[in-house]
């Protein structure tokens, strides 16, 4: 019963965030920079777990949320994820890490390009138009057709189109795709034949490793991750620890591992008593300060 619970609460959830994919009409830079949300609250079942907070994400800063368990930091994620509060732009990419893709047929690497979804559609598109080019030789070939002019003017309209998705493939770069999906997968701890097995095949934990995959390989304007490390090997978490390092954009992590924090942040936010507290620095950092201020006050 509480399994189904849970299924169902993650359905609702599901339903209430905007998908997020690949995003192409930002290359060469994203136009979502600093996120600035004034006076929110967020309630979950009449309670108040967040109450008047005004908070900025500068863009490229990585924020540690930390805080105590039931203090509503997963909510806070969720709110985020749902564009649940003022301040956030509506065209602001957000995607929360928090639920295992869905086992099935596809293979964990299709999975990961699968949220390539232009790059997707326009190699489908590529695919029939080029199929349907050689049906329209081979015809012309056997028939000799006396209509020639009508399918001189086919073949002319498709490869018109056969020429503008390739250049707009090219444009994405689809073709580096693959091996940048394979790279993220590897560092996951995925084998080259792990990444050919059907999601179905997978448990749970390494379902959540695809979920993270996917995610860092679409790379949206704010990154949520909530306890990314717990479904992790050693070899994993060093390797996202390097790869988090280098993220171009935003990213709020929430995790109860000290070191990946003191390694992958640059702010920490403190969620206590309802409200968020800022703090430059790494956790190490953040509980110094926090120190000397409570020993002032003593």
């Known amino acids: 019963a509480q399994y189904q619970m849970h299924v169902a609460e993650m359905e609702a959830l599901r339903a209430g965030m905007p998908p997020v994919y690949v995003n192409h009409s930002n290359v ?10 004034e006076n929110f609250s967020v309630t979950v079942g009449g309670r108040d777990l967040i109450q008047d907070v005004t908070l900025t994400l500068a863009f490229g800063r990585h924020y540690g949320l930390v805080g105590r368990n039931g203090t509503g930091k997963t909510s806070l994620l969720r709110a985020m994820a749902q564009h649940a509060i003022d301040g956030i732009p509506k065209n602001c990419q957000i995607l929360h890490v ?17 949220a390539d979804v232009e790059r997707v559609q326009l190699m489908q598109e590529e695919a029939q138009l080029g199929q349907l080019l050689k049906d ?19 073949k002319d309209s498709i490869s018109k189109r056969l020429e503008e998705i390739y250049k707009r493939l090219e444009f994405i770069d689809a073709d580096a795709a693959e091996a940048r999906a394979a ?10 034949e792990m990444q050919c097995k059907n999601t179905k095949s997978f448990s749970g934990g390494w379902r959540m490793r695809i979920a993270l995959a996917r995610a ?83």
């Not at 060469?28 to 949300?37: A, F, K, N, V």
């Not at 293979?107 to 699968?114: E, G, H, I, P, S």
């Not at 030789?137 to 086919?154: F, H, I, N, P």
Request: net charge negative; with cysteine; charged share 25%.
């Open 183 to 192: 790279s993220i997968l590897a560092g996951l701890s995925f084998t080259p």
């Open 28 to 37: 060469g830079g994203t136009t979502i920079r600093d996120i600035h949300m």
């Open 98 to 114: 928090e639920q295992e893709v869905t086992g099935d047929d596809t293979t964990a690497l299709q999975c990961v390009l699968n």
């Open 216 to 298: 860092l390989f679409i790379e949206p304007d704010l990154l949520l991750l909530d306890e990314p490390t717990n479904h992790l090997d050693l070899h994993a978490v060093l390797w996202l620890e390097t790869y988090l390092l280098k993220w171009p954009k935003t990213f709020i992590v929430v995790s109860h591992a000290r070191e990946f924090l003191n390694t992958v942040v640059t702010d920490v936010l403190h969620l206590h008593g309802k409200k968020l507290h800022a703090y430059k620095g790494d956790y190490d950092t953040f509980e110094r300060t926090r120190e000397r201020s409570t020993s002032r006050i003593r």
């Open 136 to 154: 329209l030789e081979y015809e012309a070939e056997s028939k000799q057709s006396l209509d020639k002019s009508k399918g001189d003017v086919d």
